[in-house]
C-alpha cells in the first residue's frame, strides 16, 4: 500500500486553477519532497491531502484511505505542520505537546520515543509560552505536536521558511532519523538545495507537477553546455547576456548567472569578446556543472 497515491487532483477557485491534474505516488518510509516557488500550488496540495479543502475534481488516497470518504480514518493517521505556526502561542511548550497527545487519545509519556531526540532541544524552554520561542525552537515544538500521536504519514509544509541556516540542517537530520523509524514523510520547500536531501522529488509550478524523479536522475538528466559568469557589472551582465545569440537561456545564480549555450554558434571567446565590446570587464567563464536548481529552472523554462 503505497502512503499517498493521488491521480488527476484538482482544486479550482472560480477560473483559477491552484492544483491542476496532480497524480503522483509516494511509497511508504520515503521522504518526498515537493519543490517550488511560492504560489506553485504546493500548501493548496497538501491541504487537499490532509482533508482540510474538498477537492474540485480527481482523487487521493492517504495511507489506503479515500480524502473525501474517510477523512476521519486519515486524520488519526497522518501528522500535518502547516507553514503557518499555529500552535497555542499563549500556552507553554509542555502544555501545547499534552493537548495534542490528548485530542489523539495518548499521552506524552506512551509516544516520547518519537520526539525525544527534537524535544530535548526544547527541554529547557518547556514552561515558555510558544510564541515566545525563537523560529527555530517553534518549527521543532510543532514537529513534536505533529507526531506524538505516532503518525504513519507526516505532511510538512515549507518546515524551514524563515529559519536560520543551523535550525534548516538540525531539521532535515531529524527528518532523516523519523525516516529511519518508518514513517512516511511528504515535505514542502521552496529551497533547492533542501531538495537534494529527499529520496524523490516533484518539481511543482503553476499548479502542475513538472517532473518526478530521484535528485541525482534529475541532475543526471541535465546535458546542456552549462557555463557560470560573472564580470564587474552583474546587473547589466544579465540583461546583455541574454542578448547574445547562441546563449539559450541565463539566470542570476548567487554571485554568478550560469547560462546555457549552443557551442555550434557560440564559443567560450566569443561570448566574453561579446561582453568586452559591450564595455563590460572583469569577465570570468567557467563550465560547471547542474545542480538541481539548474534543471528546475531548465524544465520551467521548456
Keep these: ?23 503522483f505516488e509516494a511509497q511508504p518510509g520515503e521522504l518526498f519532497g515537493i519543490i517550488g516557488a511560492d504560489g506553485a500550488g504546493k500548501t493548496t496540495l497538501f491541504r487537499l491531502l490532509v482533508t482540510l479543502l474538498v477537492p474540485t475534481s480527481g482523487t487521493a488516497l492517504v495511507d489506503g484511505y479515500d480524502i473525501v470518504k474517510q477523512i476521519d480514518q486519515i486524520r488519526k493517521r497522518i501528522g500535518y505542520m502547516p ?35 527534537i524535544y530535548q532541544h526544547l527541554e529547557p524552554f518547556k514552561k ?27 505532511f510538512l509544509d515549507e518546515p524551514t521558511t524563515g529559519v536560520d541556516p543551523v535550525s534548516r540542517r538540525e531539521f532535515w537530520e531529524m527528518l532523516k532519523r523519523l525516516k529511519n523509524q518508518g514513517i512516511s514523510i511528504l515535505v514542502s520547500t521552496p529551497y533547492m538545495d533542501e531538495a537534494g536531501l529527499c529520496d524523490r522529488i516533484a518539481f511543482m509550478q503553476n499548479g502542475c507537477l513538472l517532473k518526478i524523479d530521484t ?29 547574445i545569440p547562441g546563449i539559450k537561456t541565463c539566470f542570476a545564480f548567487g554571485d554568478t548567472h550560469h547560462v546555457t549555450v549552443d557551442k555550434s554558434v557560440l564559443s567560450e571567446n566569443e561570448m566574453i569578446a561579446a561582453l568586452v565590446s559591450q564595455g563590460h570587464s572583469g569577465v570570468k567563464v567557467a563550465a560547471i556543472e547542474a545542480g538541481i536548481e539548474d534543471c528546475f529552472m531548465d524544465i520551467s523554462n521548456r
Excluded at 493521488?6 to 483559477?16: E, F, P, Q
Design 1 to 23: 500500500m503505497k502512503a499517498v497515491t493521488a491521480d488527476k487532483l484538482c482544486k479550482s477557485y472560480g477560473n483559477l486553477r491552484a492544483v491542476e491534474s496532480v497524480s
Design 83 to 117: 507553514g503557518r505556526f499555529s500552535l497555542y502561542q499563549d500556552l507553554t511548550v509542555e502544555e501545547n505537546l499534552q493537548i495534542f497527545a490528548t485530542v489523539f487519545g495518548t499521552t506524552v509519556k506512551e509516544n516520547y520515543y518519537l520526539v525525544k531526540d
Design 128 to 154: 515558555r509560552p510558544a510564541g515566545k520561542l525563537s523560529g527555530g525552537m517553534k518549527q521543532k515544538l510543532a514537529l513534536c505536536c505533529a507526531l506524538i500521536h505516532k503518525p504513519t504519514v507526516l
Design 215 to 243: 535528485p541525482s536522475s534529475i541532475i543526471r538528466g541535465f546535458t546542456k553546455p552549462l557555463w557560470a559568469v560573472r564580470g564587474d557589472r552583474m546587473s547589466q551582465l544579465l540583461s546583455d547576456l541574454r542578448k
